[in-house]
């Protein structure tokens, strides 16, 4: 969505949806010898976007 304030200046929002085709996972292995997730990527993850531009001719 995007709206005109004043002037050439603008505002905009966006909304999405991502899923990810490959998915990182890092780990590390303990003492005793066992892996441990330290951060593993979302099966879905939403985006927000916000923006604020100026429109020149």
Do not use: C, H, K, N
Request: a neutral charge; proline letters at 7%; glycine letters at 12%.
């Amino acid at each position: 969505m995007r709206r005109r304030f004043v002037g050439p200046l603008f505002g905009a929002v966006g909304l999405g949806i991502a899923v990810p085709l490959a998915r990182d996972a890092y780990f590390y292995t303990d003492e005793a010898g066992e892996r441990r997730d330290v951060f593993r990527a979302s099966p879905v993850s939403a985006i927000l976007d916000l923006g604020l531009g100026l429109e020149l001719p």
